[in-house]
Nanobody, 123 residues
């Protein structure tokens, strides 16, 4: 089993920045790809970003490319999402997720999820 705990959400004005963190425990973190997803009220869950187990590969949803950056620190069992140039449409609950298999390649199957952190962007 793996436990994921997100933090760093909050209220920010449009154009501002936030950095989300996800702390992982219970597994060999460095062997697993990680991802961020979000879900706004009344909308389906949306892929935001993913990072390979090594950190050498990064993938982004079209709506966040050029504004968000995913990173990881395997020594700290943590993954981050730096969000810049935030827009009101970025308002959502953001979830951290872990792939279910060692050294997986895309497409990923995220089997473990955190409880989410709210991000609200005011106009």
């Amino acid at each position: 089993q793996v436990q994921l705990v997100e933090s760093g959400g909050g209220l920010v004005q449009a154009g501002g920045s936030l950095r989300l963190s996800c702390a992982a425990s219970g597994r060999t973190f460095s062997r697993y790809a990680m991802g961020w997803f979000r879900q706004a009220p009344g909308k389906e869950r949306e892929f935001v970003a993913a990072i390979t187990w090594s950190g050498g590969g990064k993938y982004y949803g079209d709506s966040v490319k050029g504004r968000f950056t995913i990173s990881r620190d395997n020594a700290k069992n943590a993954v981050y999402l730096q969000m810049n140039m935030l827009k009101p449409e970025d308002t959502a609950v953001y979830y951290c997720a872990a792939e279910g298999h060692y050294y997986a390649s895309p497409p990923y199957e995220f089997d473990y999820w955190g409880q989410g952190t709210q991000v609200t962007v005011s106009s």
